[in-house]
Each structure stands twice: as C-alpha cells, then as structure tokens.
C-alpha cells in the first residue's frame, strides 16, 4: 500500500510541476502585453529570488558563503537563467506560447549533443544516435526555415537558443553544484539572485522604457515569478534530489501538451498541421534518447526538458 501510495504521490508532483511550468509561456505572453522582454526576464528573477530568500530563511537556511561556489552559481545563473528567461521573453514576441513550449521541449536533445561532442556519452546505441536525428528533424519541420520569415523565424531561434542554454546550464550544475552538501533551497535562491544582478545590466536594452501595468498584466508578471519561476525552479530541485533525473524528465513529455493546450484555450491560440507534426516528432526523438538510460545523479533544472531548469 505504501508502494502505492508513494508512486501516487510521486505522479502528482510530477503532474502539478508540469502544470505549473508549462503555464510559464502563457504567462510570459500576457506580460509582453504591456512589458518589454527585459522587463519581463528581470520582473520574473526578482519575484523568483525573493520568493525563495524568504522560503530559504524561513526553513532555517542559508545562502552559500564560499567564494568559488559563488563563482559556479553564477555561471549557472546565466546559463540557466538569465539567458533561457531572456531568449523566452525575447522570441515570444513574435511566436506563440505552444510554439515556445514545444521548442522548450529539445532541451534533453542538446543535452545529449553535448556529452557526445564533450565525450561524457559514449558508445551511443543506434535507438539513442536514431533519436537525437529524429527530434532535431522535428525542430527543423517546425521552424520550418524554408518557409519561415522575418521576425517569427527569429523568434523561433531565440527559444531553441534558450533550450540549448539550459542544456549547457544543467551539465555545468550537475558537475560543480549539485551533491556537494548545500541545500537545495540555499542553491535555488542564490542563482535566482546571481540571475537577477545579471538580467539588471541588461536595464539600458529596453528595460527603462516606460510602463503601464494593467492588473491583468500584474497578475501575469507576479504568477510568471512567484510561481513559474520561484516556486517551480525549487520544486524541479526537489523532485530531481528525490527521485532522480530520469524520473524528473517525464515532465518533458507533458510541458509541450500543457503549454498548446492552454494556449489554445485561453490565448486562442492556433496549431498547424506542421507544427503539430513537428512536436510529436520532436517527442519520439526525446522518447528515443532516453532509453537504455540510467536514473544518473540528481542534476538541477530550470526546465523540464533536460534531466531532463525554469522556465
């Protein structure tokens, strides 16, 4: 019964971070409404940090001290924060919040690129080498670059570029931060912070243009930081160390459905017929890549797609 129980468990806060995290693109475009996209990213990093100082304080905790780990923090940071968030609010300009699901969903496809070109996957069995070709033909279909122009093409680009960042960022944290006897809420307020101070010097590109919030834009701006960014950037911590990454990445398969569904509920938003296709294959490859893999140590995430990291 315990069994039971547990599994039940465990499936509920898989369901609940994928709920919450999917709804990341849909609050990212009701900001873009009034909000430029460094006001949106530095918006997000300073609700996040905030939400998760006092939640670190709270439990007792506190911030790192060390100096070098301070300098790995930061390096995560920003490539798992400053820039994914930035690329997000960036290339949600001119694409769709499903859109920026889906392509949020290679991140795992990146991962795998790069322990192969850094040497950490080798001997790749055909399934996995056949996977990582069939998910990046399905980044290709929905980009669709033979076909896609001007300012959506670009925004397009921006979000792979983001999935890309993650990947980079979760390698570097599951070698220099995780595992090393900090807690995982000390390290998730410290990046939010390290991500903040680097999204602040990015103000001048955008970010002192004057604003007018309307509530529904400060509701959007307040649950994309609160709970999109904060609380889920934790929770992915907590599910990671708990469980394991393999079990973690189940979230990868259900951001994509969560984030075209709301999208399509509450923005109205469209799903074409090559999109569509484009997003089941990019899930067949990600399926693909994961088997005959072993739950590996726990590694952070900001999106689901790696361990596979925050929106």
Same mark, same amino acid.
């Given at each position: ?8 468990? #465990? +499936?509920?806060? *898989? ?5 919450? +995290?999917?709804?990341?693109?849909? +609050? ?61 609010? *960036? ?22 690129? *790069?322990?192969? /070109? ?8 055909? #399934?996995?080498? $056949? ?5 990046? #033909? ?15 093409? +670009? ?57 007018? /919030? ?27 160390? #708990? ?51 072993? $739950? ?16």
């Amino acid at each position: 019964m315990n069994g039971v129980v547990g599994r039940t468990w #465990a +499936w509920a806060r *898989i369901g609940v971070l994928a709920l919450l +995290w999917g709804s990341t693109f849909l +609050w990212i475009e009701l900001a873009l409404d009034a909000l430029t996209p460094v006001q949106v990213t530095l918006s997000r990093c300073v609700l996040g940090s905030v939400t998760l100082l006092v939640a670190c304080l709270a439990s007792g905790h506190r911030l790192p001290r060390k100096r070098a780990v301070w300098g790995h923090i930061v390096v995560a940071a920003f490539f798992c924060n400053a820039v994914p968030f930035a690329m997000f609010s *960036i290339g949600q300009q001119t694409i769709d919040s499903a859109v920026a699901g889906v392509l949020n969903a290679t991140t795992p496809l990146w991962s795998l690129l *790069i322990g192969v /070109i850094i040497g950490s996957e080798r001997g790749l069995p055909p #399934a996995r080498l $056949a996977g990582l070709l069939l998910g990046f #033909a399905g980044v290709v279909l929905i980009l669709a670059p033979w076909r896609t122009t001007g300012s959506g093409g +670009w925004g397009a680009l921006a979000v792979v570029t983001a999935a890309a960042s993650y990947a980079v960022g979760f390698a570097f944290m599951g070698r220099n931060l995780v595992g090393k006897g900090i807690p995982t809420i000390s390290l998730s307020a410290a990046q939010l912070v390290a991500a903040t101070a680097l999204t602040a010097l990015t103000l001048p590109a955008g970010g002192l243009t004057p604003i007018e /919030i309307s509530p529904k834009t400060l509701i959007a701006v307040v649950i994309l930081g609160v709970v999109a960014t904060g609380i889920t950037f934790h929770l992915t911590y907590r599910i990671i160390a #708990a469980e394991g990454a393999t079990n973690a990445a189940t979230v990868g398969y259900l951001l994509p459905v969560i984030s075209v569904a709301l999208g399509a509920i509450v923005l109205d938003e469209g799903l074409s017929l090559r999109i569509a296709v484009g997003m089941v294959v990019v899930l067949v490859g990600v399926a693909l890549t994961r088997r005959h893999t072993r $739950a590996s140590a726990p590694v952070p995430a900001e999106t689901p797609a790696t361990v596979a990291p925050s929106t």
